[in-house]
Protein backbone atom coordinates (compact mmCIF):
# COMPACT_ATOMS: atom_id res chain seq x y z
CA UNK A 1 0.00 0.00 0.00
CA UNK A 2 1.87 3.06 -1.22
CA UNK A 3 -0.57 5.87 -0.85
CA UNK A 4 -3.22 6.67 1.72
CA UNK A 5 -5.94 9.44 1.91
CA UNK A 6 -5.67 12.02 4.71
CA UNK A 7 -8.62 10.26 6.13
CA UNK A 8 -6.46 7.09 6.44
CA UNK A 9 -3.81 9.12 7.72
CA UNK A 10 -5.92 10.52 10.46
CA UNK A 11 -7.27 7.31 11.57
CA UNK A 12 -3.81 5.95 12.16
CA UNK A 13 -3.14 8.87 13.99
CA UNK A 14 -5.98 8.37 16.01
CA UNK A 15 -5.35 4.79 16.71
CA UNK A 16 -1.44 5.30 17.50
CA UNK A 17 -2.48 8.33 20.14
CA UNK A 18 -5.02 5.23 21.77
CA UNK A 19 -2.39 2.71 21.92
CA UNK A 20 -0.40 5.19 23.92
CA UNK A 21 2.40 5.92 20.91
CA UNK A 22 2.92 2.49 19.98
CA UNK A 23 3.72 1.50 16.15
CA UNK A 24 3.39 -2.14 16.63
CA UNK A 25 0.19 -2.08 18.73
CA UNK A 26 -1.21 0.70 16.06
CA UNK A 27 -0.60 -1.83 13.48
CA UNK A 28 -2.20 -4.64 15.03
CA UNK A 29 -6.08 -3.14 15.02
CA UNK A 30 -5.93 -1.52 11.31
CA UNK A 31 -6.11 -4.92 10.14
CA UNK A 32 -10.01 -5.25 10.60
CA UNK A 33 -10.27 -2.00 8.47
CA UNK A 34 -7.43 -2.58 5.57
CA UNK A 35 -7.48 -6.46 5.84
CA UNK A 36 -4.83 -8.78 6.30
CA UNK A 37 -2.56 -8.60 3.46
CA UNK A 38 -3.74 -4.84 2.60
CA UNK A 39 -2.83 -2.98 5.76
CA UNK A 40 -0.11 -0.13 6.02
CA UNK A 41 3.11 -1.42 7.02
CA UNK A 42 5.10 -0.55 10.19
CA UNK A 43 7.45 1.92 8.40
CA UNK A 44 4.77 3.50 6.51
CA UNK A 45 2.58 3.90 10.17
CA UNK A 46 6.48 4.79 11.57
CA UNK A 47 6.39 7.47 8.31
CA UNK A 48 3.05 9.06 8.54
CA UNK A 49 3.47 9.71 12.07
CA UNK A 50 7.16 11.30 11.81
CA UNK A 51 5.66 13.79 9.38
CA UNK A 52 2.56 14.11 11.62
CA UNK A 53 5.30 15.37 14.93
CA UNK A 54 7.36 17.20 12.25
CA UNK A 55 5.23 19.36 9.97
CA UNK A 56 1.81 18.76 12.01
CA UNK A 57 0.17 17.51 8.39
CA UNK A 58 -0.90 14.80 6.82
CA UNK A 59 -0.67 15.01 3.59
CA UNK A 60 1.67 13.15 1.63
CA UNK A 61 3.10 16.48 -0.78
CA UNK A 62 6.71 16.62 -0.46
CA UNK A 63 7.44 16.83 -4.21
CA UNK A 64 6.26 20.30 -5.80
CA UNK A 65 4.67 20.07 -9.34
CA UNK A 66 6.07 21.60 -12.09
CA UNK A 67 3.62 24.75 -13.60
CA UNK A 68 2.42 23.70 -16.75
CA UNK A 69 2.56 26.39 -19.51
CA UNK A 70 -0.27 27.10 -21.64
CA UNK A 71 0.19 27.39 -25.29
CA UNK A 72 -2.58 29.92 -26.43
CA UNK A 73 -2.26 32.18 -29.76
CA UNK A 74 -0.95 34.89 -27.97
CA UNK A 75 1.86 33.35 -26.45
CA UNK A 76 2.83 31.73 -29.43
CA UNK A 77 2.71 34.98 -31.68
CA UNK A 78 5.10 36.60 -28.49
CA UNK A 79 7.29 33.73 -29.40
CA UNK A 80 7.76 34.18 -32.69
CA UNK A 81 7.69 38.03 -32.24
CA UNK A 82 10.70 37.34 -30.13
CA UNK A 83 12.75 35.04 -32.34
CA UNK A 84 12.04 37.41 -35.12
CA UNK A 85 13.82 40.34 -32.92
CA UNK A 86 16.93 38.08 -32.57
CA UNK A 87 17.70 35.50 -34.54
CA UNK A 88 21.01 34.53 -32.79
CA UNK A 89 19.87 34.33 -29.35
CA UNK A 90 20.27 30.60 -27.97
CA UNK A 91 17.12 28.53 -27.44
CA UNK A 92 18.17 28.56 -23.85
CA UNK A 93 18.65 31.85 -23.22
CA UNK A 94 15.39 32.09 -24.76
CA UNK A 95 13.59 29.78 -22.55
CA UNK A 96 14.54 32.38 -19.78
Do not use: C
Request: charge should be positive.
Amino acid sequence: MNRLTPEQRFQIVQIYFENHGSVRNTYRPIRPFYGQHNRPSEQLIRLAMERFHTKFTLNNNTHLQRRRTVRTEEVIAAEEHNVEEDLNQSIRHRAH
